[in-house]
């Protein structure tokens, strides 16, 4: 059994299989908005993942049916700007790791999966854009309505919306705040799947899950820095050879769970995978 972090009753954290944990945003009456206190606890719970060899999967949702996630609360920015003299519109520093721990997490390793029933609009589409996976109901919608509220999209979704969108598109969801449909988002490839709205979104997100999880996870999260890399470096040799000569490239080189991969090939048997081996810094090798 994997001891869960302590968490406040606005965020619910589980592990419904073994290796996959589910992350879900309790605050329904608020449309899974996101205050400052709730975006560091959540910021946490991710650092906590990340070093935690049992997880090698995360979903993330929303309570409540009716909203993944509405972004930043609002209510709370504006009672910070009151009380700082419209200074800012938080009062905690925002973490590194941008919206949710998630939307500014540039090297993060397992793999994200989100689970959308309802809204998920400006820092919850943030989330999304941040996602390895999504899959959502048909009811669900997407958008950036930041700058109709004198915000603007400033925890890493900017960029990355615009890369995972046609520019065009991308312009006129970020400058006039539209949202889209479930559909309409599936069609740019924002969306994996799209389900009818009385399906359970978790039940399929766990789908995509158990067969990421049946890979060997030390191969799952080179992949996932690499595909990171790819998106984060100047150039495609630049990503491979950053990639390559990385602490955890000699991890995954050097780990049993290549063995036990090749072995099963050469055996015509099932791979049974371990927990991932322990990335050390070359430094310490």
């Not at 309802?118 to 700058?147: C, L, N, R």
């Not at 191969?219 to 040799?237: C, F, H, I, N, Q």
Request: proline letters at 5%.
């Amino acid at each position: 059994m994997v001891a869960l972090p302590t968490t406040s009753k606005e965020l619910i954290l589980s592990m419904p299989v073994p290796h996959v944990l589910l992350v879900t945003i309790n605050r329904p009456k608020n449309f899974n908005s996101i205050h400052p206190a709730l975006n560091n606890e959540m910021d946490a719970v991710f650092n906590w993942a990340e070093q935690e060899d049992n997880v090698w999967c995360i979903i993330i949702t929303g309570a409540g049916g009716r909203a993944f996630c509405a972004g930043f609360d609002l209510v709370s920015g504006h009672k910070a700007r009151t009380k700082n003299g419209g200074q800012d519109y938080s009062d905690q520093p925002v973490a590194k790791s941008g919206f949710g721990g998630v939307s500014n997490r540039n090297q993060g390793r397992k793999p994200l999966i989100a689970a959308v029933d309802g809204y998920a609009v400006g820092g919850g589409s943030e989330i999304i854009a941040a996602s390895d996976i999504v899959v959502a109901t048909e009811k669900s919608k997407f958008g950036f309505p930041e700058a109709k509220q004198g915000m603007i999209v400033s925890s890493g979704g900017l960029a990355r919306i615009v890369r995972s969108l046609p520019y065009q598109v991308a312009a006129e969801l970020l400058l006039t705040g539209r949202m889209i449909t479930a559909k309409e988002a599936h069609g740019y490839g924002f969306v994996n799947k799209v389900l009818p709205n009385n399906a359970n979104v978790v039940d399929t997100a766990l789908e995509f899950a158990k067969a990421i999880t049946e890979c060997s996870p030390d191969a799952v999260m080179m992949t996932k820095k690499g595909m990171l890399l790819a998106l984060e470096r100047e150039s495609l040799t630049k990503a491979r050879d950053d990639l390559m000569e990385s602490d955890e490239a000699h991890a995954w080189k050097t780990g049993n769970n290549l063995t036990i991969g090749l072995r099963a090939f050469a055996e015509k048997k099932k791979a049974q995978y371990e927990n991932p081996a322990p990335v050390v810094p070359k430094s310490r090798l």
